[in-house]
């Protein structure tokens, strides 16, 4: 299977179907330290917060959307502005098919067009699909917190990954706005 697909921006009407893709991550894995899946209300509120000042893009294939990619604040003090988090998450059954390479893709290239600088990727261990695709982004390793999540009734350890968007040249602008 290949996602052979559309990448758009989402929406709040794209919120149910995005809250059915992730329940299963929050329910049956530790892959997100949630442990109570979101309503589609709460994700069409994440989806407008995130279409702010960073990007959710959903994948669409046959008009059904079977994936979604987002960007977020990395941290909340000031001086972290120009850095953000990313996350992507597939369909079950649609991982490992270039949907998520096609979705960062497209969001990486939005961020960087938005003036961040870098971006993270924070992966629970082990999870060597997503360590290969950040990797195969050019993402590094930054460091791992040990038994930092409590999950499933074990500590699970999480990797932060990250990604140079842009190079150190002085600042013109502010993060955030299209440019």
């Given at each position: 299977m290949t996602w052979d697909?559309?990448?758009?921006?989402?929406?709040?009407?794209?919120?149910?179907?995005?809250?059915?893709?992730?329940?299963?991550?929050?329910?049956?894995t530790a892959i997100t330290f949630e442990t109570e899946p979101p309503t589609a209300e709460e994700m069409a509120r994440r989806i407008e917060a995130a279409n702010l000042r960073h990007a959710w893009l959903v994948l669409e294939v046959d008009g059904a959307v079977v994936g979604y990619a987002y960007g977020t604040e990395h941290r909340t003090r000031a001086a972290y502005r120009w850095a953000c988090d990313a996350s992507v998450y597939l369909q079950m059954?649609?991982?490992?098919?270039?949907?998520?390479?096609?979705?960062?893709?497209?969001?990486?290239?939005?961020?960087?067009?938005?003036?961040?600088?870098?971006v993270m990727g924070g992966v629970t261990q082990p999870n060597e699909a997503s360590m290969g695709l950040h990797r195969s982004f050019g993402f590094s390793d930054v460091g791992t917190y040990r038994r930092v999540g409590w999950k499933l009734g074990a500590w699970h350890d999480v990797t932060w990954l990250q990604l140079d968007l842009a190079p150190d040249?002085?600042?013109?602008?502010?993060?955030?706005?299209?440019?």
């Amino acid at each position: 299977m290949t996602w052979d697909g559309n990448i758009r921006r989402a929406t709040a009407d794209d919120a149910a179907a995005c809250a059915a893709i992730y329940a299963p991550y929050v329910t049956d894995t530790a892959i997100t330290f949630e442990t109570e899946p979101p309503t589609a209300e709460e994700m069409a509120r994440r989806i407008e917060a995130a279409n702010l000042r960073h990007a959710w893009l959903v994948l669409e294939v046959d008009g059904a959307v079977v994936g979604y990619a987002y960007g977020t604040e990395h941290r909340t003090r000031a001086a972290y502005r120009w850095a953000c988090d990313a996350s992507v998450y597939l369909q079950m059954d649609r991982r490992r098919t270039g949907g998520g390479r096609a979705l960062y893709t497209a969001l990486l290239a939005i961020l960087a067009a938005r003036g961040y600088r870098r971006v993270m990727g924070g992966v629970t261990q082990p999870n060597e699909a997503s360590m290969g695709l950040h990797r195969s982004f050019g993402f590094s390793d930054v460091g791992t917190y040990r038994r930092v999540g409590w999950k499933l009734g074990a500590w699970h350890d999480v990797t932060w990954l990250q990604l140079d968007l842009a190079p150190d040249e002085e600042l013109a602008a502010e993060p955030g706005e299209l440019r």
